[in-house]
């Protein structure tokens, strides 16, 4: 396994440690990886951590926005400066298990097998730990979302995913573009294929994305994403041998 795994991250002092030994205990078995932290413009002790951090894990690399970006921009930041073909992004609040990437990674291979343009596994977190309405708002959400885009992904919103690095810098770019992966995977002609993934609760601080804004950026996102299926073109490509 050469894999790169990209941790966004947005004020989460306190998180940043234990999440960093759990992902080197995860990837013990790896025949080489590095963990890239996006530090986007945090303004508590984040960067402080992430630096302390640097001195422990030989592995760690830390990439500074100035000013936060956003969750996809960080994402994307991540992604291009990894070295390794294969990428696994990690929320930073440390409610996705890093058990769970070797498992994906795994999975993805063996699937590859018999699953054509096999592009993406995509975490799905069928058991929640969130509160009422972060539940409600996440159902809500994929269930629009499903029925307007058909990418038939139960939980786009799960941060932990396994893909092809030139994939993924393959598809067009716009702030939020996370959330709609899986949608933008399959116009490019490529295969999602969802799989259960463990789910925790916060340990420190709460959500530093919120709900409300989601909701209102993801109308227009939607629409945005329409647009692009709508649009789209897969060409069925052969070049012509020398006579």
Known sequence: MKISIVVPV??????????????????????????IYVD??????TEAELKDAMRRFNALRVIKHRQSCGQSTAVR?????????????LDGDGQNDPADIPRLYKALLEKNQTTANLWMIAGWRNKRYDSKWRLFSSKFANTIRSALLGDKTPDTGCGL?????????????????HRFLP???IRAGGTVISEPVNHRARGVGVSNYGTLDRLWAGITDLLGVIWLQQRAKLPEVNEIERG
């Open 77 to 89: 930041t991540g992604v291009k400066a990894a070295t390794h073909p294969w990428i696994a992004t």
């Open 40 to 45: 986007d413009g945090s303004r508590d002790q």
């Open 161 to 177: 995913k396994v893909f092809a690095r030139d994939k993924f810098l393959e598809l067009p770019y716009f702030d939020h573009m």
């Open 10 to 35: 947005h004020n989460e002092a306190g998180n940043i440690l234990p999440l960093i030994e759990e992902i080197e205990q995860a990837m013990t078995q790896a025949e080489a990886y590095e963990i």
């Open 183 to 185: 949608a933008l995977v």
